[in-house]
């Protein structure tokens, strides 16, 4: 009887020393812990986009002498291996984060967040004191934001090529920086575009990628909008088969394209009517004319100006033309490095405007002339044109 007691009287003080440390914990928990999360709320969607930071916030423990750490997860992590991890305001010891828009880019990206898209993000507080910690809250494991990244990519690509099915020879076509179109008379735009890429280029019926030479590959998506896939080698279908300007800017993640209906060149005999003679598409962005009746005039009352018309299927017009409005130094065009440049300007109303002349009003009078024009830099760093008379 007396051993049945002794063994009774063991495991009450068992049971009271379990007991004790569970609810030692539960104190210890109930104390550390933060309690309630208050901002963000729960699902709420934050549009990083703006650049504005973003502030989090939480009911302080109500244990002395605690700092904070607030935790980000996958929607369906468990915070064991939380993908990020920032130290509260003044040190841990405020019961707030503000976190800016470019560490929230990064945090999303961590939960698998692509450029241009929405991502779940969930986010809880671990309380320390000491060496003792607390990880989540009374009410629930977290709380979820929807974080939109931004649709960008960093560094910006230095060159871009389309391959594929679909291109022109089913090879790669490369991109060049992206020259404006000047839309007003006496101004032409010599630098490119910092973050666009162009070309002019054959489509046939297909599929084609678009990488950039960091590897990264992009998607053209409805609307306009281009993202970044990274890895993943995505197909874009062709806009049809045709012969198309292609355009793509980094600074706002859009693209658009246009398809060219016919390159003509733009001539105005004196005291006759303008004269539009077609260009063959030889491939690779470059038209050519060859064998062209030279109709100017006469020898003695001519006019040799001359540019180049692009006639669009949406009926826009754009001329490719000369830079200066009016082309004073055709006596030594190899004098002037930009003679033969090509610039791009808006149908002016001016017919005349920027166009070229030939040498001394007179070179290739009564002649077969060849033009052709280069809207690559494969020949040169400046899209650029050749004539020649036979």
Not at 298 to 320: I, L, M
Request: a negative charge.
């Amino acid at each position: 009887m007396k051993r049945l007691l002794n063994i009774f009287i063991a495991v009450a003080a068992i049971f009271a020393v379990v007991s004790c440390d569970t609810e030692d914990k539960s104190r210890k928990d109930a104390l550390l812990s933060p309690g309630r999360l208050y901002l963000p709320r729960d699902q709420y969607p934050l549009d990083i986009t703006t650049g504005q930071s973003v502030v989090f916030e939480w009911e302080n423990s109500v244990t002395d002498n605690v700092s904070y750490q607030v935790l980000f997860d996958r929607e369906d992590g468990d915070f064991s291996h939380p993908e990020y991890v920032i130290t509260s305001d003044a040190n841990g010891f405020y019961p707030s984060l503000e976190v800016s828009s470019a560490t929230m880019s990064t945090i999303a990206t961590l939960c698998g967040g692509l450029p241009g898209q929405t991502v779940p993000v969930k986010w809880t507080v671990r309380t320390f004191r000491g060496l003792e910690n607390v990880t989540g809250v009374q009410e629930g494991e977290g709380r979820v934001v929807l974080v939109t990244k931004p649709n960008t990519v960093d560094p910006l690509p230095a060159s871009m090529s389309l391959s594929g099915n679909a291109t022109e020879n089913q090879s790669a076509v490369k991109m060049t920086a992206a020259l404006p179109v000047a839309t007003e008379k006496g101004r032409h735009i010599a630098d490119r575009e910092k973050g666009a890429m162009e070309c002019f280029t054959r489509f046939s019926a297909g599929e084609f990628t678009v990488k950039d030479d960091l590897d990264r590959y992009y998607i053209l998506e409805d609307g306009g909008t281009l993202r970044c896939t990274y890895t993943e080698q995505t197909l874009n279908a062709a806009p049809g088969e045709g012969i198309w300007w292609v355009y793509f800017n980094f600074n706002t993640m859009s693209w658009s394209m246009k398809e060219i209906s016919e390159v003509v060149l733009w001539t105005h005999p004196w005291f006759a009517g303008e004269d539009t003679a077609p260009m063959t598409y030889e491939g690779n962005g470059v038209w050519a004319l060859t064998d062209y009746a030279w109709q100017v005039g006469t020898p003695s009352q001519k006019d040799t100006r001359y540019h180049f018309n692009v006639e669009y299927a949406d009926g826009s017009v754009e001329r490719w033309a000369f830079w200066d409005d009016d082309c004073r130094n055709n006596a030594t065009p190899e004098a002037d490095p930009k003679f033969f440049n090509v610039y791009r300007f808006v149908n002016l109303s001016d017919e005349w405007a920027h166009s070229w002349k030939s040498k001394n009003d007179s070179e290739g009078v009564g002649m077969l002339a060849t033009f052709r024009v280069y809207m690559n830099n494969d020949k040169s760093a400046d899209f650029i044109h050749e004539r020649s008379f036979r």
